[in-house]
Each structure stands twice: as structure tokens, then as C-alpha cells.
């Protein structure tokens, strides 16, 4: 493991390894954020997921010589945008 994943994990195992548990995914974020705060971590809920799905087009088009790339970019200040 390499990186800030690699301290998450590290971080998680740490945990469960002193007898805590972390059972769901809130759990594991929750901890986290206290345990790393130099790390941003939020946890995306499937209502999230489904909220940006409304905002991208039915139909993008690929682009010619790659496989059906698609770049979306969004954020709370401004419109999104798929290239």
C-alpha cells in the first residue's frame, strides 16, 4: 500500500487491532476524520450517486480513438460539465 490509501487502511487496521469495531462504512469515515484530520474524507451515499446521475446527458459521445472515455466535472459553485 503506497500513499493516503495505504494510511487509511494502516489507520483502520490500527483500530481493530486495539478491539474497536467498525461495521459500516460511517463508521470507518467517522473514525477516520478523527484519526487522520489532515486527510478530507466524506462518505458518498447512494442518494449522492443518484443525484449526479440526473445531472449528466443520456447521450455522451466518446471520443474517436478511446474506449467511450468520459470526463465529468462538477462543484458546488458552479454548473457541471461532461468533455
Partial sequence: ??????????????????????????????HLKISCPGVDLDEVLPEDINRMKLLLPRNVASVSGDYN???????????????
Fill in 1 to 30: 500500500m503506497d500513499g493516503v490509501g495505504g494510511v487509511l487502511k494502516r489507520t483502520a487496521d490500527q483500530h481493530v487491532a486495539r478491539g474497536n469495531d467498525i461495521s459500516s462504512v460511517t463508521d470507518f469515515v467517522a
Fill in 69 to 83: 472515455l468520459v470526463f465529468v466535472s462538477s462543484s458546488s459553485s458552479s454548473s457541471s460539465s461532461v468533455y
